[in-house]
Nanobody
Framework: VQLVESGGGLVQPGGSLRLSCAAS????????MSWYRQAPGKERELVAQ????????NYADSVKGRFTISRDNAKNTGYLQMNSLKPEDTAVYYC????????WGQGTQVTVSS
């Protein structure tokens, strides 16, 4: 099982980024996928979650209306579109799947700063 995030970077407040999570080594289309983030000195927190077929999504209150989670099962890839970014969105973002145990990607840094 491998999860590889990409798409992070430095963006100004109000800007947008699209994160990707490329999955391999398992049947991606059978599992719920989640995005988490961890800011310095804080615990890792759930940002968004999407079920296996993409019909059900959930978001943290702090990102509702600004972030959109999606997936393309044909490409074994999940996405997190982040709009109207704020400095408090600065964190390392991780994708996660749970098979017989929890798997995490290596994370991608998102920095929102002017």
């Amino acid at each position: 099982v491998q999860l590889v995030e990409s798409g992070g970077g430095l963006v100004q407040p109000g800007g947008s980024l699209r994160l990707s999570c490329a999955a391999s080594g398992f049947t991606f289309s059978s599992y719920t996928m989640s995005w988490y983030r961890q800011a310095p000195g804080k615990e890792r927190e759930l940002v968004a979650q999407i079920n296996s077929i993409g019909s059900n999504t959930n978001y943290a209150d702090s990102v509702k209306g600004r972030f959109t989670i999606s997936r393309d099962n044909a490409k074994n890839t999940g996405y997190l579109q982040m709009n109207s970014l704020k400095p408090e969105d600065t964190a390392v973002y991780y994708c996660r799947v749970v098979l017989f145990r929890i798997y995490w990607g290596q994370g991608t840094q998102v920095t929102v700063s002017s």
